[in-house]
């Protein structure tokens, strides 16, 4: 009657959790790590300009649709106001987005993993 119930947990092992170090990067190096940020801000950027040009093309749409339509024409207004400012906010994420991928690039040269390059214009 004294037997021993074995837990099986899917997600939560022990012995994962110690062989991991505390940074979370599971034993990559710091110039490892800044090229992995840099990349997934890279990504974020994308969206952000995506998002712009989606946005700021349906404000486009919008201010068309003002002027064809007279009768619905307030309701196209405020769309193509709201829609502008969605634009400037994902264009505002986007340049956010870049200067954090610049950030981690550098960051990531003075890791170690890469040569200095020299600019003559940035």
């Not at 990504?43 to 064809?68: C, R, S």
């Amino acid at each position: 009657m004294a037997e021993e119930k074995h837990h099986h947990h899917l997600f939560h092992h022990k012995r994962d959790e110690e062989e991991q170090p505390a940074g979370g990067y599971g034993g990559e190096d710091e110039y490892e790590k800044y090229k992995k940020e840099e990349k997934e801000h890279k990504h974020k950027q994308h969206l952000g300009e995506a998002g712009a040009i989606a946005t700021g093309a349906f404000a486009l749409y919008e201010k068309h649709e003002a002027k064809k339509d007279p009768e619905h024409a307030h309701r196209h207004k405020i769309e193509e106001e709201i829609a502008a400012a969605a634009a400037v906010g994902s264009g505002g994420y986007a340049f956010h987005e870049h200067h954090e991928k610049k950030k981690d690039h550098k960051d990531a040269e003075e890791a170690g993993g890469e040569k200095k390059h020299h600019h003559l214009f940035g």
